[in-house]
């Protein structure tokens, strides 16, 4: 590295000599890690702007980026720049070698499972097919039919992918594959193949790295709740991430049916019925719901309970306001000593909102921004923001908007990432801060 630093300094225009240090910078980290991998990709970034059509540069660049997001596994908003760079390079070498059918492969796997910011089945079931057109080899075969699968053509990703694994080759189809073969069985009404292609994916999933393709947790977890196999929480946020929210609505019901009393899975399973659109299936569930907690003493289950139907923008069935406003005013008499008080506080407030009780409902979400918790300020602000507008302060309401707006940053982004555990209060903020942004008359993105 010193050596090839005194020749990039004689001449810092070759694209060679930076080409060789960003390789021993990797070499040097790979052997006594020390945070060198950052200096690595400055120096193919160089490179790649002096010589754009080095396929080299580009192709450890695109390798370097993937290897700096598995190493870390950090947070994909941080990353997403360093993921838009390893489209563009890919591209690049797909355009440099119009023939290769690596480049392609490579970026449409990818985009199929990689960094949500960056995903793209459409411009991935292209890649897939010129690849496969190229080489049919069972890597080829196996993307494509994942492609397939994600625009709904479920026979037709059946076919490729039980081809594929039926191929007389040693390499069979990885777990991601038979996954989504499952899947698509389900789809197709035949159930016994779903689970066969199922328990076949699960036990392939044992021997795999965690790192050997993108995706693995999300596939799981889509087929976990396609099939109705399992519920986990993990698997809920991340479908949420990856904008498959009826999938995740199909897991939640799963813990429904696990736990029909339990008022967190309520709140969840409500504010996906919300998210989603099912609007009466969603009051339906509030009916019920609250008639089931009318008489409780615990006040998070009554706040909970008429927050789930406050949520929803829609509401406005009087009989079901009343109710929530009854279980939303006893959390907060009960809840005077609790440490949960604001959200109490929080709840109470949405439903003197969705009452058209203005002046209340102002006063709540008050005293509830006295939490230290973005999740209890974000929205009350917000909600303050809609009742200015309301009033015909529009200037105020845009100010307290632009306050929620920086208090919750990221999570209401285009690409958050949600909390295995805390993921029903995150979606709320991003359903609240949309019926805001559209009230407001503001450009919304959900």
């Avoid at 580009?58 to 390893?86: C, G, H, P, T």
Wanted: aromatic share 6%; glycine share 6%.
């Amino acid at each position: 590295v010193n050596e090839l630093s005194r020749q990039v300094e004689a001449d810092s225009g070759n694209a060679d000599l930076l080409l060789d240090r960003a390789r021993a910078f990797v070499n040097w980290n790979a052997s006594t890690p020390q945070g060198l991998l950052g200096k690595a990709l400055a120096d193919f970034d160089s490179a790649a702007a002096i010589n754009p059509t080095n396929e080299l540069v580009l192709m450890e660049r695109s390798q370097l980026i993937k290897e700096l997001k598995y190493a870390r596994d950090v947070d994909e908003n941080a990353w997403r720049k360093l993921w838009v760079k390893f489209v563009a390079s890919e591209e690049r070498r797909v355009q440099l070698n119009p023939t290769d059918p690596g480049p392609m492969a490579s970026l449409a796997e990818q985009l199929l499972g990689g960094a949500r910011s960056i995903r793209d089945p459409a411009r991935a079931l292209t890649l897939a097919q010129r690849a496969r057109s190229l080489r049919e080899i069972i890597k080829h075969d196996e993307l494509l039919g994942v492609a397939l699968y994600r625009f709904g053509r479920w026979q037709e990703a059946v076919d490729t992918l039980e081809a594929a694994h039926a191929s007389t080759g040693t390499k069979k189809l990885t777990a991601r594959g038979l996954f989504v073969l499952a899947m698509c069985q389900h789809h197709l009404g035949r159930t016994n193949e779903a689970h066969a292609a199922y328990d076949l994916a699960t036990a392939r999933a044992q021997k795999e790295g965690r790192y050997d393709y993108p995706g693995q947790d999300l596939f799981l977890a889509e087929a976990n709740a396609a099939l109705g196999l399992s519920h986990e929480l993990r698997d809920v946020a991340r479908l949420i991430e990856a904008d498959e929210m009826e999938a995740a609505l199909q897991a939640q019901r799963l813990a429904m049916k696990s736990a029909p009393t339990d008022s967190v899975e309520a709140m969840r399973f409500a504010a996906l019925l919300s998210r989603t659109g099912q609007s009466s299936e969603h009051e339906q569930f509030c009916r019920q719901l609250l008639e089931s907690k009318k008489d409780t003493t615990t006040p998070a289950s009554a706040e909970r309970a008429a927050k789930c139907y406050a949520l929803e923008p829609g509401a406005t069935n009087a009989a079901l306001l009343d109710a929530a406003m009854v279980l939303a005013r006893r959390a907060v008499e009960l809840g005077q000593q609790n440490e949960h008080l604001a959200w109490f506080q929080l709840a109470q407030g949405m439903v003197e909102y969705r009452r058209g009780e203005y002046t209340p409902a102002a006063q709540s979400f008050a005293a509830a921004q006295a939490s230290d918790y973005p999740l209890v300020r974000g929205p009350a602000l917000t909600f303050q923001a809609m009742i200015q507008f309301r009033l015909g302060k529009s200037e105020a309401a845009g100010k307290l908007l632009a306050e929620a707006e920086t208090l919750l940053g990221p999570l209401l982004g285009p690409k958050p990432r949600f909390s295995s555990v805390g993921w029903s209060d995150e979606l709320i903020c991003r359903m609240i801060h949309h019926e805001a942004r559209q009230l407001l008359g503001a450009p919304v993105d959900r």
